[in-house]
T-cell receptor
Framework: EPEVTQTPSHQVTQMGQEVILRCVPISNHLYFYWYRQILGQKVEFLVSFYNNEISEKSEIFDDQFSVERPDGSNFTLKIRSTKLEDSAMYFC???????????FGQGTRLTVV | DAKTTQPPSMDCAEGRAANLPCNHSTISGNEYVYWYRQIHSQGPQYIIHGLKNNETNEMASLIITEDRKSSTLILPHATLRDTAVYYCIVRVVGLGNQGGKLIFGQGTELSVKP
């Protein structure tokens, strides 16, 4: 069964460093998303991406964040200068149409120290 | 997207049906009811969705009331592996939801006990 793949599974970084979280969505999907979940809290929407541009973003997704689909398979989330409060699980998701179900990856646990 | 209300937690005996309720009294005509679950901080997993008719798939059944103000997710024979947080999400389908985002609430923490 096709799945969304995220790497790495766990990333530890120093405060102020840049991190790139990587995702390989399901191959025929057209809509891509990033969500995050701070420990013990609910899953929060960050950004949606379609046709090589951001289609929607939340208030959390400020200038420190960016997304990119550098080739036909990868979808990345970059955090330019990490803060302690960026520590969370980051989930990538994809769907082939905006009205179909979304498939989520297993997440990257980001720890900022 | 319409707000949903779910009980924070529920218990269910293994092998019995688990019935998870969700209130969405402000749902509008073009909003679907989706159910996802999250097993111990893994990525959320799609279960089922519906508009107004009852739906069934290999995982669960979805019962939506006639006025669409509430719904129930039914896991017919719950197993220990069904222990998870279950999210009821109401979202617009179609042009009104440009990006297709999902707005998660706190969900219901279902514990299936032996």
């Amino acid at each position: 069964e096709p799945e969304v793949t995220q790497t790495p599974s766990h990333q530890v970084t120093q405060m102020g460093q840049e991190v790139i979280l990587r995702c390989v969505p399901i191959s025929n999907h057209l809509y891509f998303y990033w969500y995050r979940q701070i420990l013990g809290q609910k899953v929060e929407f960050l950004v949606s991406f379609y046709n090589n541009e951001i289609s929607e973003k939340s208030e959390i997704f400020d200038d420190q964040f960016s997304v990119e689909r550098p080739d036909g398979s990868n979808f990345t989330l970059k955090i330019r200068s990490t803060k302690l409060e960026d520590s969370a699980m980051y989930f990538c998701a994809s769907r082939w149409d905006r009205n179909t179900e979304a498939f989520f990856g297993q997440g990257t646990r980001l720890t900022v120290v | 997207d319409a707000k949903t209300t779910q009980p924070p937690s529920m218990d269910c005996a293994e092998g019995r049906a688990a019935n998870l309720p969700c209130n969405h009294s402000t749902i509008s005509g073009n909003e679907y009811v989706y159910w996802y679950r999250q097993i111990h901080s893994q990525g959320p997993q799609y279960i089922i969705h519906g508009l107004k008719n009852n739906e069934t798939n290999e995982m669960a059944s979805l019962i939506i009331t006639e006025d669409r103000k509430s719904s129930t997710l039914i896991l017919p024979h719950a197993t220990l592996r069904d222990t998870a947080v279950y999210y009821c999400i109401v979202r617009v389908v179609g042009l009104g939801n440009q990006g297709g985002k999902l707005i998660f609430g706190q969900g219901t923490e279902l514990s299936v006990k032996p």
